[in-house]
């Protein structure tokens, strides 16, 4: 109801001031009219599953992410700027199916007459469509509440912050070659018409325009400049010679090792043991949490070297910080998944990582290793406006496997990061750790019910079924809890959902 009152509210004021036709308050050229309106769409949310797209603001056609648009100009009354409008036109997704858009929305600014204002639209999916609306985070009045960096071009927004650190030649180089290489992918796709052409096209400039994004809003940390550099590298480094992966989690390397037999792997001049992770529409990118799993793989097969080199190398990536007069550490990812902003964490990533860096120090006694090892258990203090990542639920405390949804409690993530700081509770027998590993020990025992169907178990509290392969691992978990916890509890639903596997006909795991 208060958001018919709003809207109400907001169409009496602007018939009122007799600035509006029915379906849009914008006016071209009409000087009567002060505040020019700037409208761009952002690069978020539905955007991936979209090839293509055409939406009509007010008279003028957008086609392009992120970048303003001149829509028209409208009045202001009483330091009020309300404004109403109509977005349509149409998408057509990866697989060539067209719809069609149609909205009428509504907003309101306080502003001057002397000030701009930038409207900033998302994509989102609702059932088996699009939708579209206003995100009031990125939009408000130029130089105020948006930066006036918005109007640069990614790449430009990048080299500008860059200016005058030790990274600007090499960020410089490989924007060039990366304009080479999504140059060539272009033309194919005009030369064609094939679709793969124009993803493997977005693809490649993905980490370009999304540490472009940030740019246009603040200043990069030196760890950020380094990770877009080594995924800049990465994706110029592949997408030289192959368009994109026909699957998303397609896991790349620039070694020979990997613990999978279907990792890609190429060899180049990164020469990096990391892998990086292809989604449509956003190209390869560094992901502690696949880095973290390798390693815990690469321990549990003896394979110490191979688990010792990625987390060398990832440990250049870890961001510190302090809090409550404590060091963090925050492994931070710097890709859109579904809802999320950027950058985001996951509490696998920071739970399991203290482990496989507990064990590292074990091994090898760098004090490094223990440091970030520490500063990850420290971590789980964070607030959610620090990125943090515990969520306070009826059931206990959840560690969120993706931190931008704290309604969604993963089942296998959760309990990989319990494995983790159990881990490192081994190595450092450290109070706080064990003290975070029983709260959530706990979480899982009071939500369990929740996770079972009756006859399968769910990937998440607000997910259907879980995969085959989440199944299988839910056993696993369950019966590694059982072991280090003596709880029966946790034995009884790990056979009662391998039970679920035999009624479906398939092979039960060994438990």
């Known amino acids: 109801m208060k958001q018919v009152r709003i809207f109400t509210f907001l169409m009496i004021v602007i018939l009122s001031s007799g600035c509006i036709s029915v379906e849009t308050s914008f006016h071209s050229h009409n000087h009567n009219y002060p505040i020019k309106v700037f409208v761009q769409i952002e690069e978020e949310n539905a955007i991936f599953e979209i090839a293509k797209f055409e939406l009509t603001v007010g008279n003028v056609t957008i086609d392009r992410l992120d970048t303003p648009v001149f829509v028209g100009r ?10 109403v409008f109509t977005v349509k036109g149409s998408l057509i997704n990866w697989y060539g199916k067209s719809f069609k858009v149609k909205e009428l929305l509504s907003t309101i600014f306080n502003a001057t007459s002397y000030d701009e204002i930038l409207i900033t ?36 927004a990048l080299l500008k912050r860059a200016k005058g650190t030790e990274f600007y030649g090499e960020l410089k180089e490989e924007i060039r070659e990366n304009e080479r290489i999504r140059s060539k992918l272009l033309d194919e796709y005009k030369r064609t018409g094939n679709l793969t052409y124009l993803k493997s096209y977005r693809d490649s400039f993905y980490a370009v325009r999304v540490f472009g994004e940030l740019a246009k ?21 592949y997408y030289s010679h192959y368009t994109s992966p026909t699957k ?27 892998p990086f992770i292809y989604y449509t529409g956003r190209g390869f990118n560094l992901y502690p949490v696949t880095a973290i799993h390798w390693a815990e793989i690469y321990f549990q097969r003896g394979q110490n070297e191979k688990a010792l080199q990625i987390l060398k190398e990832l440990s250049w990536y870890a961001q510190y910080g302090e809090y409550n007069g404590k060091e963090y550490v925050l492994f931070k990812n710097y890709f859109h998944f579904e809802n999320s902003s950027i950058p985001w964490v996951s509490g696998y990533a920071q739970g399991m990582g203290a482990g496989v860096y507990a064990i590292a120090y074990n091994l090898t006694g760098n004090e490094t290793y223990l440091r970030i090892a520490k500063g990850l258990v420290n971590s789980f203090d964070l607030p959610p406006r620090m990125n943090g990542f515990v969520s306070h639920t009826k059931y206990g405390d959840w560690y969120l496997e993706y931190n931008y949804n704290s309604n969604e409690l993963v089942l296998n993530g959760h309990i990989i990061a319990l494995q983790g700081l159990y881990y490192y509770w081994q190595v450092t027998h450290d109070e706080k750790a064990w003290l975070l590993f029983q709260r959530g020990v706990q979480a899982v025992r009071n939500a369990l019910p929740i996770f079972d169907t009756g006859s399968w ?35 009884e639903y790990a056979r009662k959902w391998n039970d679920y596997l035999m009624i479906r006909g398939l092979k039960p795991e060994k438990i």
């Open 457 to 491: 178990s769910r990937y998440s509290n607000i997910h259907g079924d879980a995969s085959e392969f989440y199944h299988r691992l839910h056993i696993r978990l369950l019966k590694w809890l059982y072991d280090v916890t003596g709880d029966k509890y946790f034995l």
């Open 74 to 83: 409208v009045g202001i009354d009483n330091g009020k700027v309300p404004i």
């Open 248 to 274: 998303d989690f397609s896991a790349l390397v620039f070694s020979d090792d990997s613990p999978y037999y279907s990792t890609f792997r190429m060899k180049d001049s990164l020469n990096s043991s990391l």
């Open 121 to 156: 639209l998302k994509i989102y999916k609702e059932d088996d469509t699009f939708r579209v609306g206003i995100d009031e985070k990125k939009s408000g009045i130029i130089g105020r509440d948006v930066p006036e960096e918005v109007f640069l071009r990614p790449e430009e």
């Open 217 to 237: 809003w603040r200043r990069l940390s030196e760890v950020e400049y380094k990770i877009l550099l080594a995924e800049l590298k990465a994706n110029n480094a």
